[in-house]
């Protein structure tokens, strides 16, 4: 089974802070999604990224993919307490292969 | 519209029970699909469907079964309930195979006791 490690696992951050969370692979995949899910709700897509290298800015949140297909990074911008969540990454290839999660707390 | 419904939304179960969680979709998608999620495991698939009458085991098969009669519904059925099986369970769907965006509802919150 293909698994994406991500990086760190917990992260609790003040208000207006800046943070990156990394996935993992040994793996290439054909595309790269990124979900935010908040409690007690299912996961949300936020985007998805397909060429090596791609960078997506969406408001505050800039998606990377790495250059070969194996690895991304969501690095957030002054931190909001609506960003708390657990984020997680799903590369696709025959399936859909989820990330262990991340889960950011932004403290007000 | 609705997108994916999910009930119930917690259930508390003995061992050996069994029960159905039940899945719709309103948004014409061939392809579902069945995750558990347990804490820093991320999301494991149980089950998946390419459309009515198509169904296939996941990476977690083993306790659950499906069937799929209509492109709308898409039931899990847990038998002999196993304190293992102690998990959030989430219905899924997309347009296409491995492609664009997965739908998610909202959960449903099992507990075996």
């Known amino acids: 089974t293909q698994l994406l490690e991500q990086s760190p696992q917990f992260l609790s951050i003040q208000e207006g802070e800046n943070l990156t969370v990394y996935c993992n692979s040994s793996?290439?995949?054909?595309?790269l999604q990124w979900y935010r899910q908040e409690p007690g709700e299912g996961p949300v897509l936020l985007v998805t990224?397909?060429?090596?290298?791609e960078v997506k800015k969406l408001k505050r949140l800039t998606f990377q993919f790495g250059d070969a297909r194996k690895d991304s990074s969501l690095h957030i911008t002054a931190a909001q307490p609506g960003d708390t969540g657990l984020y997680l990454c799903?590369?696709?290839?025959?399936?859909?292969?989820f990330g262990t999660g991340t889960s950011l707390t932004v403290i007000p | 519209n609705a997108g994916v419904t999910q009930t119930p939304k917690f259930r508390i179960l003995k061992i050996g029970q069994s029960m159905t969680l039940q899945c719709a979709q309103d948004?014409?998608?061939?392809?579902m699909y069945w995750y558990r999620q347990d804490p820093g495991m991320g999301l494991k698939l149980i089950y998946y469907?390419?459309?009515?009458?198509?169904?296939d085991k996941g990476e977690v098969p083993n306790g659950y079964n499906v069937s799929r009669s209509t492109t709308e519904d898409f039931p899990l059925r847990l038998e002999l309930a196993a304190p293992s099986q102690t998990s959030v369970y989430f219905c899924?769907?997309?347009?296409?195979?491995?492609?664009?965006?997965?739908?998610f509802g909202e959960g449903s919150r099992l507990t075996v006791l």
């Open positions: 899924a769907s997309s347009y296409g195979w491995v492609s664009g965006e997965l739908f």
């Open positions: 793996s290439v995949f054909s595309s």
């Open positions: 990224v397909v060429t090596g290298g």
């Open positions: 799903v590369g696709t290839g025959n399936q859909f292969y």
């Open positions: 948004m014409n998608h061939n392809y």
């Open positions: 469907s390419v459309g009515a009458g198509i169904t």
